[in-house]
């Protein structure tokens, strides 16, 4: 199984590949299907992946289940997570911004997708997937089955989840890579699954939500005078 998630880009190719398939049998704009509904895509796909993690025999994903933080340092190291998830927002806007030359503008299918009723429970719902296979499950796991100890599983695990954001281009693997690391540094050290799911929470958020102050998802070159 662990192979399975660390091959997820390939697995969004080929699912995105017989999604554009189908529409077009349907005679549907496919580009335009998936500006609208690419979350909702990824979402269920995300979701089948860890119906397969709930039928391991060993039931490994369950003691990562988020539970109630029960201290108030956890408490508020779950509130500095929170926090941190807007910083990462900024901080990815400025260095964006740097690589190109002062702009950048919003991936499509995040301006169309954020007026949408829908996109705030899926987003949710899609955070909480993550954190369990990126963070609660993946690293564990990998240490378990490869025996390469815990730094390495935890730096495999991160690069694997910054790999499933290629579509947006280089840079965001080497970012997300970063983000994955700092969120399963927060998972450790609070002991609980809610410290990642806050801070990957409130950075969604803001991608979304912020775009128009802040749109960092697709660097724009900034375009030669004719």
């Known amino acids: 199984m662990s192979l399975v998630i660390l091959s997820f880009p390939l697995i969004l190719v080929l699912y995105f590949a017989c999604i554009i398939w189908v529409l077009q049998l349907m005679n549907a704009k496919a ?5 609208d509904y690419s979350a909702l895509f990824y979402g269920l796909l995300l979701l089948a992946l860890i119906c ?19 201290s108030w340092q956890t408490i508020w190291l779950c509130l500095l997570a929170l926090l941190s998830g807007y910083g990462l927002f900024k901080a990815e806007g400025w260095l964006i ?5 002062g702009k950048a503008q919003a991936h499509q299918a995040v301006r169309h997708q954020a007026g949408h009723w829908w996109i705030l429970p899926v987003m949710v719902l899609i955070v909480v997937i993550e954190e369990l296979i990126w ?20 730096i495999t695990a991160s690069v694997a989840f910054g790999l499933h954001h290629l579509f947006y281009g280089w840079i965001h693997v080497l970012l997300k890579s970063g983000y994955g690391l700092l969120w399963l540094l927060f998972y ?37 005078a004719v």
């Open 97 to 101: 911004a740097k690589l190109s030359s």
């Open 52 to 70: 397969g993690l709930a039928t391991q025999p060993d039931g490994r994903w369950m003691p990562a289940t988020p539970q109630i933080p029960q």
């Open 135 to 154: 963070r609660g499950y993946l690293p564990s796991n990998i240490n378990e089955q490869w025996q390469i100890g815990g730094l390495a599983a935890a």
């Open 31 to 35: 580009t335009q299907v998936l500006q």
């Open 188 to 224: 450790q050290a609070t002991g609980t699954l809610w410290a990642p799911v806050l801070s990957h929470l409130a950075f969604n958020v803001a991608v979304y939500y912020c775009r128009d102050k802040n749109a960092v998802l697709s660097p724009c070159p900034e375009k030669k």
